[in-house]
């Protein structure tokens, strides 16, 4: 087993993956959570959420005694010798951050830390805005534990990367490591724990060093700037429409193949959304505005992406007149493809875009997110079963989320269920070309 024990605060995405992948490797690691239903299922070797490869590490996991969950963070704490704050910190009602969890989590730290006499690394791994990690964690731990950051305890700060359906891949194959850091006693630890965690990996993986509040704004960067790719992308698909022939996709390709850009993330669509975009872009523009200073970069990405909804609705009601008093069908309701996750999802502007103008029969499928979008929308819309059935005599049908079964669709699959076969594709699934010249069609980015 490995000479560092680590306790991870926090059993969300990042948290929970991070543990099973850190346990994987014979790392002792404590998870702590207030719920005690989820400590259960964790420690039943159950996941509590679907992510791509996670049960499986789970049941690897089940007959040793190497992972355990508990509802004490204290204990965790106290018994390890690494904490990793891996807390939401999710968008308060003005949209700035809020970071309640992340300081009842530093408290616990410093109520744990004051009883133990070794040297003990803090690490916070959530998204937080600059200046957090000194001035709100080490803070509070300094004042309850009564202990310094720099001498008896160590504090860095560890953005994550992860993508929701990739968690597990992306914490076993980080493209960097970014650790800022207190002091360099405190980077050298985590590094040297990483060295042991990843092992040859580390040598496709550079790491970077810097001090705390970089290291915090590194991750918005990130964020903002795929934000920014998709709104821009988005930007691009608007001036597609304004001449016939333009499109989009071919575009954003030609672009993205300069070695400056790289093709990621230039893909225009009904939007973006999850857990993270809308969040830190959020965040970040209201932290710098409680700065003095306002981003205007921005607020145009939200502006654009935002507008996006509109756009499909405008697309529909060009292609199917007055859409009023039709049943509309919407393929697609979770924010990407391969989750359940309805959170800032484009589907929730466009039921409200379609609301706001008199739509009354809306109707929607998907494949996975059933549950939550009912949760999420209620009775703003019906839910459909089956593509049949949320294509049976409609008359108009908006594509939002580009799941492999909408791929397989035909101009015949929709001609033979609907009233009236108007398509919008939002993802650019479809071939245009074939489609524009079977049904009344329209596509982001190509007129
Ligand atoms: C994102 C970041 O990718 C990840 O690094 C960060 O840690 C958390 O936020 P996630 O929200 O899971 O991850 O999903 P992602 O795959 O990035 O997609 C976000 C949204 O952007 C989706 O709604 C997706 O449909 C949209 N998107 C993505 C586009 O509209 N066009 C694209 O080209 C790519």
């Known amino acids: 087993m490995y000479k560092y024990k680590v306790s991870i605060l926090g059993t969300g995405f990042i948290g929970l993956c991070s543990a099973v992948c850190f346990a994987d490797r014979d790392i002792k690691v404590?998870?702590?959570?207030?719920?005690?239903?989820?400590?259960?299922?964790?420690?039943?070797?159950?996941?509590?959420?679907?992510?791509?490869?996670?049960?499986?590490?789970?049941?690897?996991?089940?007959?040793?005694?190497?992972?355990?969950?508990?509802?004490?963070?204290?204990?965790?704490?106290?018994?390890?010798?690494?904490?990793?704050?891996?807390?939401?910190?999710?968008?308060?009602?003005?949209?700035s951050i809020d970071l309640s969890f992340i300081e009842s989590t530093a408290t616990e730290i410093g109520k744990a830390l004051k009883e133990k006499d070794q040297y003990h690394l803090v690490v916070v791994r959530s998204t937080v805005v600059p200046g957090t990690t000194r001035g709100l964690v080490g803070k509070i731990?300094?004042?309850?534990?009564?202990?310094?950051?720099?001498?008896?305890?160590?504090?860095?700060?560890?953005?994550?990367?992860?993508?929701?359906?990739?968690?597990?891949e992306d914490t076993l194959h980080p493209d960097r490591l970014v650790i800022g850091q207190f002091d360099e006693k405190s980077g050298s630890m985590l590094q040297e724990f990483y060295e042991y965690f990843y092992g040859d990996h580390l040598k496709n993986c550079p790491i970077?060093?810097?001090?705390?509040?970089?290291?915090?704004?590194?991750?918005?960067?990130?964020?903002?700037?795929?934000?920014?790719?998709?709104?821009?992308?988005?930007?691009?698909?608007n001036f597609a429409?304004?001449?016939?022939n333009v499109d989009v996709v071919e575009v954003m390709k030609g672009v993205g193949l300069d070695y400056r850009i790289n093709p990621r993330f230039l893909g225009a669509g009904a939007g973006f959304g999850g857990s993270c975009f809308h969040k830190d872009v959020n965040a970040i523009k209201a932290w710098s505005k409680s700065k003095g200073y306002k981003s205007r970069l921005l607020e145009a990405v939200l502006d654009i992406n935002d507008d996006q909804a509109i756009m499909?609705?405008?697309?529909?009601?060009e292609l199917a007149g007055d859409l009023k008093k039709k049943k509309i069908s919407l393929l697609g309701l979770a924010f990407?493809?391969?989750?359940?996750?309805?959170?800032?999802?484009?589907?929730?502007?466009?039921?409200?875009?379609?609301?706001?103008r008199g739509v009354t029969e809306i109707v929607?499928?998907?494949?996975?997110?059933?549950?939550?979008?009912?949760?999420?929308?209620?009775?703003?819309?019906?839910?459909?079963?089956?593509?049949?059935?949320?294509?049976?005599?409609?008359?108009?049908?908006?594509?939002?989320?580009?799941?492999?079964?909408?791929?397989?669709?035909t101009p015949n699959d929709?001609?033979?269920?609907?009233?009236?076969?108007?398509?919008?594709?939002?993802?650019?699934?479809?071939?245009?070309?074939?489609?524009?010249?079977?049904l009344p069609f329209k596509a982001i980015g190509r007129i």
């Open 336 to 356: 990407k493809p391969g989750t359940d996750d309805m959170r800032e999802a484009a589907s929730i502007r466009i039921v409200n875009e379609l609301l706001k």
């Open 30 to 95: 404590i998870a702590s959570t207030h719920n005690q239903k989820k400590a259960e299922q964790i420690n039943d070797g159950i996941a509590p959420f679907y992510e791509k490869g996670l049960q499986e590490i789970m049941d690897r996991l089940k007959t040793t005694n190497i992972f355990q969950c508990i509802t004490d963070p204290v204990k965790a704490i106290r018994e390890t010798d690494i904490s990793m704050i891996t807390q939401g910190t999710p968008m308060r009602e003005d949209k």
């Open 312 to 317: 499909m609705v405008d697309m529909a009601e």
């Open 364 to 409: 929607g499928y998907d494949p996975k997110a059933r549950h939550t979008a009912e949760i999420e929308l209620g009775e703003k819309i019906k839910y459909a079963k089956n593509l049949e059935d949320v294509l049976r005599d409609s008359e108009c049908a908006l594509l939002i989320t580009e799941w492999d079964e909408f791929k397989e669709l």
């Open 141 to 168: 731990v300094t004042e309850i534990s009564g202990k310094e950051p720099g001498k008896d305890l160590g504090l860095c700060m560890q953005p994550e990367f992860l993508a929701e359906g990739r968690s597990i």
């Open 414 to 438: 929709f001609k033979k269920h609907m009233k009236t076969p108007n398509v919008i594709d939002g993802r650019r699934i479809f071939d245009f070309d074939l489609f524009n010249k079977s």
């Open 241 to 244: 429409q304004l001449v016939p």
């Open 208 to 237: 970077l060093r810097m001090n705390l509040e970089s290291a915090e704004l590194v991750k918005y960067g990130n964020n903002c700037l795929l934000s920014t790719k998709i709104s821009y992308a988005n930007e691009f698909a």
